[in-house]
T-cell receptor, first 115, second 116 residues
Framework: GENVEQHPSTLSVQEGDSAVIKCTYSDSASNYFPWYKQELGKRPQLIIDIRSNVGEKKDQRIAVTLNKTAKHFSLHITETQPEDSAVYFCAASMGLTGGGNKLTFGTGTQLKVEL | NAGVTQTPKFRVLKTGQSMTLLCAQDMNHEYMYWYRQDPGMGLRLIHYSVGEGTTAKGEVPDGYNVSRLKKQNFLLGLESAAPSQTSVYFC???????????????FGPGTRLTVL
């Protein structure tokens, strides 16, 4: 099955700096790569996603890049703010027979934005 | 519009007891999923359903059973709880729109289960 590795496990940055989180996946059939943000005690929430036919996607301060050949994708957060502090999960997905998608998650990155 | 809800929020069981976790969604989503989240291990798929009356095994199905008798509900059962099943359980749902494989999964608030 699919295996997703995520690095680093913890990341501390100064407010205003950029943060980069990297993930690799093993199954070349994966075609959808969402990123979720989870605040302490809360549910995971989607912040950005990318499909396999796209190399880069940006939404305000957040961007995701995908390298299909190398099977890796990255989350970039610019101008970090204290409210960006949370755990971030990457995931790789392929379609299910009958519809829907089967997400395999990375182990998470605890991002801390310091004042 | 409540989205995805889960019942109960917290539960403590003794080894060998049984229980059922309820997930409900009011978004008319076709697909539903159960995950468990353990420290340092991310979220792992337990079982999923691609429609009313259908269920399938995910990555870590052992010790769990599921049922989807109604489209809006997805139940997760533990027949004989073990300490290894201590975890936070999340339910999620996603829509059928455009085939469904690129659609966002919306998560419920989670159930924190402790098995003593």
């Amino acid at each position: 099955g699919e295996n997703v590795e995520q690095h680093p496990s913890t990341l501390s940055v100064q407010e205003g700096d950029s943060a980069v989180i990297k993930c690799t996946y093993s199954d070349s059939a994966s075609n959808y790569f969402p990123w979720y943000k989870q605040e302490l005690g809360k549910r995971p929430q989607l912040i950005i996603d990318i499909r396999s036919n796209v190399g880069e996607k940006k939404d305000q301060r957040i961007a995701v890049t995908l390298n299909k050949t190398a099977k890796h994708f990255s989350l970039h957060i610019t101008e970090t703010q204290p409210e960006d502090s949370a755990v971030y999960f990457c995931a790789a997905s392929m379609g299910l027979t009958g519809g829907g998608n089967k997400l395999t998650f990375g182990t998470g990155t605890q991002l801390k934005v310091e004042l | 519009n409540a989205g995805v809800t889960q019942t109960p929020k917290f539960r403590v069981l003794k080894t060998g007891q049984s229980m059922t976790l309820l997930c409900a969604q009011d978004m008319n989503h076709e697909y539903m999923y159960w995950y468990r989240q353990d420290p340092g291990m991310g979220l792992r798929l337990i079982h999923y359903s691609v429609g009313e009356g259908t269920t399938a095994k995910g990555e870590v199905p052992d010790g769990y059973n599921v049922s989807r008798l109604k489209k809006q509900n997805f139940l997760l059962g533990l027949e004989s709880a073990a300490p290894s099943q201590t975890s936070v359980y999340f339910c999620a749902s996603s829509s059928l729109k455009a085939g469904g494989q690129y659609n966002e999964q919306f998560f419920g608030p989670g159930t924190r289960l402790t098995v003593l």
